[in-house]
């Protein structure tokens, strides 16, 4: 189970937009990351890869924890809305749900829930 200040650390980060930074300090090497019923992506390193990737193609993001955040023993439940400014010019808002498994302080396996029609870019 996380420590309340760990868990509040982690949010600030991503909240702060470093997503990359949040995958490195925050996940275990072997992390599993799954969206929806999508096949699960193993490693922290092929996530940050993609979290970096995913910021190049950006101007501005926003991230948001909405609270309460739910822990009970080692899993632990935050309500994220994301903006996503495109360098096109579209953006995209998302809502999401992510469930997380916890070993100690770092995530074990994270499994992320929205509705996919969230992702088709806005004018």
Not at 49 to 69: Q, Y
Request: charged share 30%; net charge negative; aromatic share 10%.
């Amino acid at each position: 189970m996380p420590a309340t200040e760990t868990l509040e650390r982690f949010i600030a980060r991503v909240e702060q937009n470093d997503h990359a930074g949040a995958v490195e300090e925050f996940y275990l090497p072997d992390a599993s990351l799954q969206e929806n019923q999508s096949a699960p992506r193993i490693g922290r390193d092929t996530q940050i890869k993609r979290e970096r990737d995913l910021l190049t193609k950006a101007r501005t993001i926003s991230s948001h924890c909405v609270r309460p955040v739910f822990i009970s023993g080692d899993r632990v439940v935050i309500r994220w809305q994301f903006r996503f400014d495109w360098l096109d010019g579209t953006a995209t808002q998302m809502e999401e749900i992510a469930y997380q498994r916890w070993e100690g302080e770092r995530i074990a396996a994270e499994t992320f829930f929205y509705d996919p029609a969230q992702r088709v870019p806005i004018s």
